[in-house]
C-alpha cells in the first residue's frame, strides 16, 4: 500500500431482521494514530458503504460516487446497482494503471425483488466487497484488513440469523474490541451502521470499555 493516512478495519455481517456494518474511527500514518476518522458512508437510504485503506483514496472514492448519483438521479440504484458501481470505478482505475488503494464494503436491503441478482436474500439483504484491483464477492459476513483474520472466524461461529438488533450491536462491540486488543492500529472508538427493511441508519462514534488485564496472566505484576 501507498505511503499515506490509512484506515483498516471494517466488519459487516446479516442478523436476524437486517444487516450491521462496523469500523473503529481512527486511521494511522506510520506510527502516529489520528482519530475520530470517518469511513462510513450512508450512499442511499437503504445503502452504506464501508471503507479501509488511504484516507486520500478514500475520499476521492466517496466524491466518485456522489457524483454517479448525482447524474443518475432519474433512477435511483438499489445495493446491488451501487456496488457494481463502485466495482467498475475501482477496475477501470486499475486498468488505467492508476489503482486507489480502497476496498468497500458495501451493504443493504433492497426493497423490490430483482430477480437479475441472486447474490440478494429472501429477506432483500445484500453484502458485497470490492477491492482496489476490481475483485469483488458476496457472502453472509465481510470483513476488511486485520479483521478478516481476527474478527471473521468470531462471526462464522455465530448463528447470525439467530440474532437479535441488541444482540447484533452487542457482538460487534465485541468483534471491534478483540481488534483493538489485537490491532495496534485499532482503536476503541468505533462507529456503527444498521440497516432494516423500514430504514438505514449511521449512529454516531463512541467509545467501547475495554479491560486490558485480559493480557496478564498469573502472578504477573505490570509496573
Not at 16 to 44: E, H
Not at 82 to 88: E, F, G, P, S
Not at 114 to 125: M, P, S, Y
Request: charged share 25%; with cysteine.
Amino acid at each position: 500500500m501507498n505511503a499515506g493516512v490509512c484506515g483498516t478495519n471494517a466488519i459487516c455481517f446479516k442478523f436476524k431482521d437486517g444487516i450491521i456494518t462496523g469500523i473503529d474511527t481512527g486511521a494511522n500514518y506510520g506510527r502516529l494514530s489520528i482519530k475520530d476518522t470517518n469511513r462510513i458512508m450512508q450512499v442511499t437510504d437503504n445503502c452504506v458503504a464501508a471503507f479501509s485503506g488511504l484516507m486520500s483514496d478514500i475520499s476521492f472514492l466517496k466524491k466518485l460516487i456522489r457524483e454517479e448519483l448525482e447524474a443518475d438521479n432519474m433512477r435511483k440504484m438499489d445495493p446491488q446497482g451501487i456496488h457494481k458501481m463502485v466495482q467498475r470505478i475501482l477496475y477501470a482505475k486499475r486498468s488505467q494503471g492508476r489503482p486507489l488503494s480502497v476496498s468497500v464494503i458495501i451493504s443493504g436491503i433492497n426493497r423490490k425483488q430483482n430477480k437479475i441478482f441472486d447474490v440478494t436474500d429472501e429477506n432483500g439483504r445484500m453484502i458485497g466487497v470490492a477491492n482496489s484491483k476490481g475483485n469483488f464477492w458476496f457472502d453472509e459476513s465481510v470483513a476488511l484488513s486485520f479483521a478478516s483474520n481476527f474478527a471473521l472466524p468470531l462471526i462464522r461461529d455465530k448463528k447470525l440469523d439467530e440474532m437479535s438488533r441488541e444482540e447484533a450491536v452487542s457482538f460487534m462491540e465485541e468483534c471491534l474490541r478483540v481488534m483493538c486488543y489485537r490491532d495496534t492500529r485499532s482503536t476503541n472508538r468505533i462507529q456503527i451502521s444498521i440497516s432494516d427493511f423500514f430504514k438505514t441508519e449511521v449512529l454516531e462514534p463512541y467509545c467501547i470499555k475495554t479491560d486490558w488485564n485480559v493480557g496478564l496472566t498469573d502472578n504477573e505484576t505490570v509496573l
